[in-house]
């Protein structure tokens, strides 16, 4: 709960006295995801012409039915909404900004049917909203809604309507709704409302509310690129302005004829074909936010078609429409009044049908009555700025500025669903009157919260307050990962007695703070106490709203995917051998190269022709030369230049070395240059352990043995502390007996005595220790405490600080500093953390960790709805357990592929490794069962083969035995595998399959033998040959769960797979 004082929330937001108009505000779109344009999109390109039918088939200019645009959700550039909010408090609503009519309609959360998966608007919920009980029903040609108007308080970006009247549908027809949209906002003239309401941005205008009388649109287009995602940034709707940043020259209006406003209608005058004129005289057009496609009569869009060679019109579902070569560039322009506008081919090209014939957006309609004979929709409106003014009423374009342009590539951030501060206020009345509410009024509709006036309440409700954050966690009742909504860790016991008297000790200097003396101001002078309600719980999982009610909004943090270059680039690295050095361990060191070439970032455009394959290479530690020049080949092999320290007159020290380096092109001397850091810390110092490196070639961490560092491949469980370990010392003798070599016990650790009890155990035993903080991370303080007293162990793999932060939404710095201060208090051993969402601020949440980990738990779940909150789940909106999974064994595999990809890209993949969380648990919450231990293996060896170089199951503990135990054979085999997963020069491949499907295998060759693991993520039996580049002989299965080798040839191995089988074999 956050205690504010009441002025500075009022001086966040707009605000504006009867007649006095604001600035103009600007709301962000978004836009689904653009058609890759293939023959499978039948069913949408289908769907858009029967939309635009049954919209504008009605009766001309009567007062019609709100028609809505197919809200199915495909891949397309159809949909364009921005955010309102309803009621009081207010709840967001993403809706379809449509100029094409004039009511406000959204699903209703008494919706019975035909609204699953849709956000809903609870009018039970608002205290403002009034039911005026009158039937509606809307009809969209085989389709209908149906339901009751009601009216209440509608917000958008800073501007609010009191009294707006709305629909809400309780019956929809199927497919007429998808989330994240939950309905639509008509911005036509009153005269067409179906309602008899004005509309939301009328009532506005004609109070004077805006700064100009206009609202204007700017559409961003998809390009066709691989990785678009399902909704990308959409453009910009300002009301009340116009944004001179996206537009250049004048706007160029055109007036809508005289006793015409209802639609947005303006004469157009031609329509050119690569040139040609087709459009006989001047005709009515309608310009449609809400609409996909351009539609005109059918002898209108026969002769457009007529100037296009090799033209054919549709039939079957592709009725309406016209087919044409692909390899034709049409050139369309529009001529509203006398001012032509084109359309770019790549707008006017919709679908392609078949690998020659393309589909165009143009589409046939013939309306009759007084309806507009054209109908101008996004197709058009992406190539223009437009501007809709209501005084003179009149429509205006312009032409596109080059930052508007550029907002047209993709992975930008998503605007959100948000809800604006002391909205500007106008009241929906008949006689127009205004009504600005006082600072209280606006407060209290944003959704804050006024206590009683008695001061003793107040009192009472702030010492609540105070308890909450002394004892933030409740007992937890389950051994879940994570719980949403009741800030339940993910361990068996409360935060320790230390945390809580930290916590106690911050509440306390807030009493003597400003803060406090304001409380008590308030209270005593009995002033209205405001408090703007927390998170009851958390409200958000990996930045979406997950509890039902809540508003779906693209969550942000999203990755910045690089784009494909056409021209080759050369990826030139160069890194240490061994992170970090250590005095006394490494009397030489060594700096790794490598150059490949590549088509994404990081690279420099290079010429394989010109430059040729060969280069020098050369490397500078702090500005002293490390060998002289050595060769390196752009064939990704590493090269190595070793040098000895004391030759270098490099001293340790805890700071970083600065590393450069330069490839010279052998043929034609062009330079590429690289930059990197090496560590080489003083001798290890009695108060550290032990020391934990990273090899520069695999990633592997090095563990000593004996007088050697070998790699490890970390394989271990989390396990349960608390009424688990600290109960029965002889699990840690089990868990040795049984192949694991580490162990990661789950926080808090209450009893002091125990925990001492468990590590001392593990030292004995030979088992690796993570060492967990996830409850103490953000406190620097406590992580020192923490640190200093477990860093003597000799058994420390790593340092384990952030659990799931991206889920929890912590400190997007949190992680880094807590790894900044573990570094300067150790240094000697890597630090690590686990990530559960998909993507959601990757880079800000890994920086300085050198271990990542992903927890992606997709057995037994429902990827599309929520069976505990009862809500769809999408990349918008919903929790269901893990994050945008498909909910198949393949989610693993992905997750793991897309975080080594961001390693790549951010030109961090020699410095961070993967590791992976297999689900080990189920029977609760999102996941109804556990995986079988076929199942476990599978998700542990496909993580593996997708280049993950640890594995930690969650979980191991007194509510989940079995599952340890079980998977005990393929533990034991891990030492046999280590040589060749984690060997330094072994070669990695993914060979070709036959003969089935969903079938994984990679391939580890080293020392002229070859590591085979092959995987079914089938449900049932299969045979497969995997394709090898050498002859195979003498096979040695090492491990097996439910498959068997037969016969193959003699570069192929064949396998029986039994349903969700594995197998490792040794060639």
Known sequence: MIWTPLLPLFALGASAAPGIAPKPVTIPLTRRQGLTKRSHDLEWVKSQGDSLKNKWGGSGNAKRASGINDLVNRGTDSSYYGSIAVGTPPVAFNVILDTGSSDLWLASSTCY?????????????????????????????????????????????????????????????SGLLSNPISGLLGLGWSSIASSGATPFWETLVKNNQWTEPVMSFFLTRFID?????????????????????????????VNIPSGQESYWLIPLTAIGVNGVNTLGSTVNAAIDTGTTLVGGPTSAIAAIFAQIPNSEAGTGDLEGYYLYPCSTSVT???????????????????????????????????LSGSAPSWIVGDTFLKNVYSVYRYNPPSVGFANLSSNALAQNALGGTLPSATIGSSPVTATAAANGAVAVPDAKQVATMMGRTELGSSAKNQVKQFVSAILMVLNPFPMPTSNDKKERGFSRPRSSARPSLSWRAIMAAIIFA????????????????????????????????????????????????????????????????CWPGLRPYVSGLDSTGSILFSASVVDQSPGTAFDPLKDGPVFRVSAQIDGKNVTPNSTLSSNAIIGEDKFTWSKLGITPRKDVYNLTCTATSVKSGITFHHSSTVTYLPPKPDSIGNVVQTDGRTGALLVPEGDKRVPILPFGFYTGFGGYLDQNLTILDDIKSEGYNFVHPVPTFDNATAL??????????????????????????????????????????????????????????????????????????????????????????????????????????????????????????????CDNCKGQLEDIADRVDQYRDRLVWQGRARDAVVWSVPQAFGEESYWPRKPTHQELVLEMLLAINHGSLGIMPWIDNASNLGMRSGVSPLAKTIPALTPYIL???????????RGASRVDVTTWSTGGKTLLIALNLNDASVQAHVQL???????????????????????????????????????
């Open 113 to 173: 049917t035909g609204c699953q998966g849709v956000p809903t608007f609870n009018a039970a919920n608002s205290s403002s909203f009034q039911n005026l009980t009158t039937a509606f029903a809307i009809r969209y040609g085989s389709g209908q809604a149906a339901g009751e108007l009601g009216s209440d308080t509608i917000q958008m970006a800073g501007f609010q309507v009191t009294g707006q009247t709305f629909a809400l549908a309780d019956q929809v027809s």
């Open 225 to 253: 690129i691989n990785g678009a995602r399902s909704q990308e940034p959409g453009g910009e709707f300002m009301m009340g302005g116009t944004n001179t940043d996206l537009y250049t020259g004048d706007i160029d209006y």
């Open 332 to 366: 369309i322009t529009m001529t509203f009044s006398s001012r032509t506008w084109s359309i770019d081919p790549a707008d006017f090209l919709l679908m392609r049908s078949t690998n020659t014939m393309c589909v165009g957006a143009f589409f046939a309609l013939d």
């Open 510 to 573: 807030l009493f003597a703070s400003a803060m406090f003396k304001w409380v008590l101001v308030g209270i005593w002078t009995r002033q209205p106490l405001e408090i703007v309600p927390g998170v009851a719980g958390q409200d958000k999982w990996c930045g979406k709203y997950y509890k039902p009610g809540l508003p779906a909004q693209p969550p942000g943090g999203d990755f910045p995917v690089p784009t494909t270059s056409t021209k080759p680039l050369l990826r030139f690295e």
């Open 756 to 881: 001492e009890l468990v590590l001392d155990r593990m030292e004995e035993l030979g088992l690796w220790l993570v060492y967990d903080m996830r409850w103490a991370y953000k406190n620097l303080t406590v992580v020192r405490s923490e640190v200093e007293s477990v860093k003597k162990r000799k058994n420390i793999l790593t340092w384990y600080t952030a659990d799931e932060p991206d889920g929890w939404e912590d400190p997007l710095d949190a992680p880094l500093e807590a790894a900044k201060l573990i570094n300067e208090l150790d240094g000697y051993r890597p630090v690590a953390l686990v990530l559960n969402c998909q993507d959601y601020y990757f880079s800000k949440y890994t920086a300085s960790s050198q271990i990542i980990l992903q927890d992606t738990y997709p057995i037994g779940v429902n990827a599309t709805w929520s069976t505990v909150w009862n809500t769809p789940c999408t990349p918008e909106l919903g929790d269901c357990g």
């Open 983 to 993: 060997g330094g020069k072994r070669d990695i491949s993914r060979p070709k399959i």
């Open 1029 to 1067: 580049d050498q002859a195979t002989s003498n096979p040695t299965v090492v491990f097996e769960n439910g498959a068997e080798l037969v016969k193959g040839g003699n570069s192929a191995v064949g396998i029986q797979f039994r349903p969700l089988s594995s197998i490792i074999v040794l060639l």
